[in-house]
């Protein structure tokens, strides 16, 4: 399987603990984003990476939040002392985005089956 | 601001018709582009077809379509011959000047009558 894989695809926590989600992209993919979908609602954008680097955070990112790619290739999600709030479907997707910074508008993005965060 | 609306709640289709999903946009950039995605019941968000801003002509994908009207800022998806298969969560999305993030709809739930 060479698509965008998430781990793991369910979690549940306690309030207040923290909780880590991996995000692996398709091998030649130079970008990576990270969205969070609740039920019945589109996603959100939370955060992107070209590269190790981080590009853009969405406000939703609250300090409890983090995220990382250290080598340019998977990466991690972080909710540090979980709320009931953060109960959300967290998607991945990866793109690859080539020098021609013209094509940046038709950049499709694949995504993962995604992690279901359920906090108690 | 840049925003994405689906009115449509929740869709339902006879099998083997065509269907019309909605969608308006709203952005001040020129230059944009205007995505639809299919999610089924599995979670996972499979990309369906694009249009930019600047194509002349709306995109097909097979038996999908854009109905892209830049003036009304309206980007419909057009699914012909509709299949059971087809049933599923749909996401009409934009990307608009350099930056990297889609912004997502709120989704339109297609189902379809044997």
């Known amino acids: 399987d060479t698509g965008v894989s998430q781990d793991p695809r369910h979690k549940i926590t306690k309030r207040g603990q923290n909780v880590t989600f991996r995000c692996d992209p398709i091998s030649e993919h130079n970008r990576l984003y990270w969205y969070r979908q609740t039920l019945g609602q589109g996603p959100e954008f939370l955060t992107y990476f070209q590269n190790e680097a981080q590009l853009e955070k969405s406000r939703l990112l609250s300090d409890r939040f983090s995220a990382e790619r250290p080598k340019g290739s998977f990466s991690t999600l972080e909710i540090q002392r979980t709320e009931q709030g953060d109960s959300a479907m967290y998607l991945c997707a990866s793109s690859f985005m080539g020098p021609e910074r013209t094509r940046v508008l038709v950049e499709k993005l694949f995504f993962g089956s995604g992690t279901q965060l359920s906090v108690l | ?114």
């Open chain 2, 1 to 114: 601001a840049q925003k994405i609306t689906q009115t449509q709640p929740g869709m339902f289709v006879q099998e083997k018709e065509a269907v019309t999903l909605d969608c308006t946009y709203d952005t001040s950039d020129p230059s944009y582009g205007l995505f639809w995605y299919k999610q089924p019941s599995s979670g996972e968000m499979i990309f369906l077809i694009y249009q930019g801003s600047y194509d002349q002509q709306n995109a097909t994908e097979g038996r999908y379509s854009l109905n892209f009207q830049k003036a009304r800022k309206s980007a419909n998806l057009v699914i012909s011959a509709s299949q059971l298969g087809d049933s599923a969560m749909y996401f009409c999305a934009m990307r608009a000047g350099n930056t990297g993030k889609l912004i997502f709809g709120q989704g339109t739930t297609l189902q379809v009558k044997p």
